[in-house]
């Protein structure tokens, strides 16, 4: 097994130029006109089934941005983990196998590191290859097929946009220096109407919202009634944008702003057709095929992409704790939940199992064998170059498609299950005067789905009713991407460890921070590559790199 790991720093070598060149049809001017795209596209009509199907496909591989065997450079999933990699809860040893060290120590603010390059590019490349779609049709198309292609399109922009622009600015209803967030600068918007590239400043925080909404509303329109093709043995392709997809970005987007009514009612709308795991279903490693019948989206991880790409950039090697070719388990490089959020759970919730105990203990591992090792001797069972001894608090939520110890890494992706639209819908009620309903409705999830014994009033005795939907947002999505998101929208500080007593968290010592939710520090800069080609961008500024042990007064009111 081949492990390796190269310098987050110095891109400059990197010959790119900025977020909307990027195309494979490389004209001799550099862009493409409006014209020459539907030139081209009536000239040689495959291209544009191409095009649309590039849309999709580029999402989870490797050497998605960077085109170099980076074990860290696998679209958005790798942004995902980034993410959580940035919140309390999600932890990777401090070792030299860490791709996502920039991540947990915050350095992922500099300008010219891999780490945010990576995350930026994924989204702005797929933007572009969106509105090359769209602009491939005549604007006045009636053609139910390209109606339906720019419909996807626009919700591939708009998912694109929700990917980048709570990281760029504050909350959207936060205030800040006197001004509201959302009239505050936050990235470029790169439409089909985008000509001016060199000089294209940061929208407001409103107007990508504004854009992020037509988007959507045009695709929920326009997906009525459409369904996403089978193939032969019946299985949905879920790699396609649905009207339940367009309505659960257009949820998020909604919660985001505030507006919890339309939230609520959007979240159900998504929900439509879908019901969550089983007790029984993540009483094993799971969270890992896209035909599972709670994934309403998600990115198919095939393994002629691993063929291709390579075993390392691939959600099976950095987030399964049971892939035969991975750095998860062939580095030791686990990830683990924080013993704060761990000690939360309680023993009756079937969640508890996702993780081993302090004794590496878990029920979900009596349900597998690794190379006939069967129950809690998996987490101890070492191989060489293969599987390293789990630590405690490993996670054993994600299973692996191909089988335990698989060398195929090929896990699919959540991008979107129902059970968030059911928290969604949770919050947007309880935060637009139907509390009660709210109450209700998570009771019955949990006690359904997950903790016979849960109640809504037991649990509310030491927290808020808000802090306790944060509190499963945490434990049900944790590792797909959610913590920062939520960090951001709920206006929350960073805890990774509590006071003086710094053994109550398993956070190595160089990510062990906390940040105030006021902190310039959170918000993400703009790489080096954008701010020399788009002279229109003025970079965030502010707040310095976090420091060991900072903070430890603050809390969040969910692991206190």
């Not at 450079?73 to 196998?97: C, H």
């Amino acid at each position: 097994m081949k492990l390796y790991k190269i310098s987050l720093l110095a891109l400059a070598s990197i010959a790119f130029t900025a977020c909307e060149d990027i195309d494979e049809l490389k004209p001799v001017s550099g862009r493409l006109t409006e014209e020459q795209v539907q030139d081209v596209y009536k000239a040689v009509p495959s291209r544009i089934d191409a095009t649309f199907t590039g849309m999709f496909s580029m999402m989870g591989h490797g050497n998605s941005v960077l085109s170099s065997d980076r074990a860290d450079d696998f679209g958005f999933i790798m942004s995902a983990i980034s993410l959580d990699t940035e919140g309390p809860d999600y932890i990777y040893p401090n070792s030299g196998y860490n791709w996502f060290s920039a991540c947990g120590q915050y350095t992922s603010r500099y300008a010219d590191y891999a780490n945010p390059y990576i995350r930026y590019g994924i989204v702005y490349n797929q933007i572009k290859i969106a509105n090359d779609v769209i602009k491939s049709y005549p604007a006045d198309t009636k053609d139910p097929t390209a109606i339906n292609n720019i419909a996807q399109a626009r919700a591939i922009r708009a998912f694109d946009y929700l990917s980048l622009v709570q990281y760029f600015q504050y909350n959207y209803n936060k205030m800040v220096n006197g001004k509201q967030g959302k009239d505050l600068p936050s990235i470029p918007l790169v439409t089909e109407a985008t000509t001016d590239f060199s000089n294209n400043p940061r929208a407001t925080v409103e107007e990508v919202f504004k854009q992020i909404i037509a988007d959507l509303d045009y695709a929920i329109e326009n997906l009525r009634g459409y369904k996403r093709p089978s193939n032969a043995e019946k299985i949905e392709n879920k790699t396609l944008v649905n009207q339940n997809v367009a309505f659960g970005l257009r949820a998020r987007a909604n919660l985001i702003m505030g507006k919890y009514a339309e939230a609520a009612a959007d979240a159900d709308s998504a929900a439509v057709g879908y019901k969550p795991y089983s007790m029984s279903a993540v009483s094993t490693p799971a969270f890992c095929s896209l035909k599972d019948a709670n994934w309403i989206w998600g990115i198919d991880v095939t393994q002629q992409m691993t063929n291709d790409y390579g075993r390392y950039p691939t959600p099976a090697s950095w987030v399964s704790s049971f892939s035969g070719w991975g750095y998860a388990a062939g580095a030791g490089c686990y990830a683990h939940i924080n013993k704060m959020l761990y000690d939360k759970i309680e023993d009756t919730d079937v969640r508890k199992g996702w993780w081993v105990n302090e004794k590496l203990e878990s029920p979900l591992l009596s349900t597998i064998s690794w190379d006939g090792i069967s129950g809690n001797a998996i987490s101890k069972y070492e191989i060489d170059d293969t599987k390293m001894p789990f630590d405690p608090y490993t996670n054993v939520k994600f299973g692996m498609a191909s089988g335990i110890g698989a060398i195929v890494n090929d896990n699919d992706w959540p991008l979107m299950r129902v059970e968030e639209m059911i928290l969604i819908k949770v919050e947007g009620l309880a935060k637009s005067g139907k509390e009660g309903e709210a109450r209700t409705l998570l009771e019955n999830f949990v006690k359904s789905y997950r903790n016979p014994a849960y109640s809504v009033a037991k649990a509310t005795q030491n927290r808020t009713f808000a802090d306790e939907i944060w509190f499963q947002r945490r434990v049900e999505l944790w590792g797909e991407g959610f913590a920062m998101s939520d960090i951001m929208r709920l206006n929350k500080p960073v805890v990774r460890f509590h006071g003086d007593d710094r053994a109550n968290s398993n956070e190595p010592d160089a990510f062990k921070f906390n940040i105030s939710p006021d902190d310039p520090w959170l918000l993400l800069r703009f790489p080096q590559t954008e701010l020399d080609t788009n002279k229109g961008v003025i970079d965030n500024e502010g707040g310095t790199a976090p420091e060991m042990y900072q903070n430890g007064e603050l809390t969040d009111g969910v692991t206190d």
